[in-house]
């Protein structure tokens, strides 16, 4: 079974551009989590869709900040523009249900540097 | 005060050690706990799950002390690959299960 898939993997530009995060859950999940991680804060919860609906966003840092999930199986989390304080891990994690606790899976990560 | 802490470590331990993390929580009302694993540049993966009596799988034991607020990871017979970063996890409920995590504690392993 394929995991929880992000992309890119990497992504490296300068302050001020805009830039896109993209996710797809596991097949059937239809919890889907964005963290970030950093030295200074460790993993924080950013945004929560449960079956495509933004459940909790009291994590996205600003406006600057938006997520989306238009359908099960896609969800993208957007900075715009971004700064070099944006520079971080960001994951995706998704699990079957809410309700009982399911444990999340999550992706490989972004590697965000902004200069 | 955050809301899940852990000594950061590192821990360096030769092979075959005996090695213990702490964890506390804030919030009195946290329903589960976990400890996830994370290796260097990699994504956090479930290790186990905390109950109550305690549990134990192979070289790992975790603990819960309810009263307390405290949860511990016992690790025995160190091992080279369990070099890692430990991640203390609390469900914080309430609408739905956010998993609150801590810093992490850091485990050196060396021969």
């Known amino acids: 079974d394929a995991g929880v898939i992000q992309s890119p993997r990497h992504e490296v530009t300068e302050m001020g551009q805009e830039v896109t995060l993209r996710c797809k859950p596991i097949s059937g999940h239809n919890s889907l989590f964005w963290y970030r991680q950093t030295m200074m804060r460790g993993l924080e919860l950013l945004i929560y869709?449960?079956?495509?609906?933004?459940?909790?966003d009291s994590g996205m840092p600003e406006d600057r900040f938006s997520a989306k999930m238009p359908n099960a199986s896609f969800s993208t989390l957007k900075i715009q523009p971004s700064e070099p304080r944006d520079s971080a891990v960001y994951f995706c994690?998704?699990?079957?249900?809410?309700?009982?606790?399911?444990?999340?899976?999550f992706g490989d990560g972004t590697r965000l540097s902004i200069l | 005060r955050k809301e899940v802490e852990q000594d950061p470590g590192p821990f360096n331990v030769p092979e075959g050690a005996t090695v213990a993390f702490n964890c506390t929580y804030s919030n009195s009302a946290s329903q589960s706990f976990f400890w996830y694993r994370q290796d260097c540049r990699k994504e956090p993966k479930l290790l186990m799950s905390?109950?109550?009596s305690g549990n134990e799988d192979g070289r790992f034991t975790a603990q819960l002390n309810r009263a307390s607020q405290y949860i511990s990871l016992l690790i025995r017979d160190s091992k080279l690959s369990d070099s890692a970063t430990y991640l203390c996890v609390v469900v914080r409920s309430g609408g739905y299960n956010k998993l609150i995590f801590g810093a992490g504690t850091r485990l050196a392993v060396h021969p």
């Open positions: 994690a998704s699990s079957l249900r809410q309700g009982v606790y399911q444990p999340q899976h």
């Open positions: 869709f449960n079956n495509n609906v933004p459940i909790d």
């Open positions: 905390v109950y109550s």
